[in-house]
């Protein structure tokens, strides 16, 4: 005998939060990183959704079956104005669809949290190359790698969400950096799972193309090398790779340490980075696997040093949608607002 199937009634749906909490608004709410964060922000208990948006701007509100019991609002159609009557807008939008709204939205006095690479190279050339059609924005943005950057995200006006590769990439690699133990180059061979690609497909990300396969791309080409390369202020050989994962990322970095360095000195790098630092396990021996990271905000990161030739493999992996992207904004957005970081967040 089949049980009965409960009535909605008694379905249990998150109560809609208190009116007076800063309002939010998602640009990209179809998307996949935007998906994840009307997931995230109908559970937080320090903000309103106010809005969730799609890209057209006609057409009718229509609630997403994927968000049945999780938000009970409707994605309606891309409005500027609407995005501009929040307190806090998240971007999840292609780079030059952020590049052309934010300046509205700094100006009508929104704070901004853009998950596209746009704002984020500091350097105009660097970013007249990379991102051009964010070049000509001209007030400042603050690198959203939460762990290395919390005090100045706190009062930020615009936070540039990190790129997935790079958050997992520097995660291992900036306390080695800051600590000045790093010797020469460092090589990041990364593997990311097909939704960092968004979610229209290409010949390459198209499913019978990457099932059962994996293949390098953007070599010397990916413009995530730079971002990387900025924050450690060294040159950075970065391959991507496409995995057969429907999400998740694992990094290798391949690096060498100053002579006379102990493994002592690399773990009280990485103790003095992220004491204290909820989402970032150090693993030290146990190199990470993404099973252990994936649907949660954890960055994962582990080690192995050859002090005999000062070589140092780090490997740190992360869900890309997650750490990667709406996790890492939501994060941000509870430093800005100054709630606890896990706010929201807690696996
Ligand atoms: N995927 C990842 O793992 C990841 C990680 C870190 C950062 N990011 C960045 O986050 C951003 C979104 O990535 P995604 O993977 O979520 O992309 P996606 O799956 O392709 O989603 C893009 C979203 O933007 C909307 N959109 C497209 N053009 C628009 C326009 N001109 N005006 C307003 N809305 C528009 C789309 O709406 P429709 O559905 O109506 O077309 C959709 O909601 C990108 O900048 C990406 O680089 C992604």
């Known amino acids: ?45 320090g903000v309103r959704l106010e809005t969730a948006m799609s890209s057209g701007t006609s057409g009718s509100p229509r609630a997403l079956p994927g968000f049945a019991r999780i938000w009970d609002g409707e994605v309606v159609p891309f409005s500027a104005d ?17 590049a052309g709204l934010v300046p509205g939205l700094i100006g009508a006095g929104v704070r901004v949290i853009d998950l596209s690479g746009t704002f984020r190279l500091h350097d105009v050339e660097a970013r ?17 790698l939460t762990e290395h950057h919390r005090e100045a995200i706190r009062t930020a006006r615009l936070v540039a969400n990190p790129g997935c590769y790079p958050t997992a990439a520097l995660v291992a690699l900036q306390p080695l950096a800051a600590a000045g133990l790093l010797d020469g180059d460092v090589a990041v061979d990364a593997k990311s799972g097909i939704s960092g690609a968004g979610r229209t497909p290409t010949e390459r990300t198209h499913f019978s193309e990457c099932h059962g396969n994996v293949a390098a791309y953007g070599v010397f080409e990916h413009r995530h090398t730079p971002e990387i390369e900025q924050a450690l202020g ?26 006379g360095t102990t493994a002592g000195d690399i773990a009280a790098a990485f103790e003095a980075a ?22 949660t905000n954890f960055c994962d990161v582990g080690w192995r040093f050859d002090a005999a ?23 941000n ?15």
Request: one cysteine or more.
């Open 1 to 45: 005998m089949t049980s009965p199937r409960p009535s909605l009634s008694s379905v249990q749906v998150p109560s809609a939060p208190a009116a007076g909490l800063p309002r939010v608004g998602i640009a990209g709410a179809t998307g996949f990183a935007g998906r994840e964060l009307v997931r995230i922000l109908a559970g937080h208990p």
């Open 333 to 347: 957005l509870n430093v800005m607002l100054d709630l606890d970081e896990r706010t929201g967040l807690r696996p």
């Open 82 to 98: 609407a995005l501009a009557a929040t307190d806090i807008a998240l971007l999840a939008l292609p780079d030059a669809a952020a």
């Open 309 to 331: 030739t000062g070589r140092l493999v780090l490997v740190s992996c992360l869900d890309n949608l997650v750490k990667g992207a709406a996790g890492q904004a939501v994060q």
């Open 274 to 295: 992220y004491a204290g630092a909820p989402f970032v396990r150090v693993t030290g021996e146990a190199l990470p696997e993404i099973k252990h990271v994936a649907h």
């Open 128 to 144: 007249r190359r990379w991102y051009p059609d964010g070049a000509s924005y001209a007030g400042a943005s603050v690198y959203g």
């Open 234 to 259: 060294r040159t950075v050989t970065f391959v991507p790779h496409l995995v057969p994962l429907d999400r998740g990322l694992l990094a290798t970095s391949y690096a060498r340490v100053r002579p």
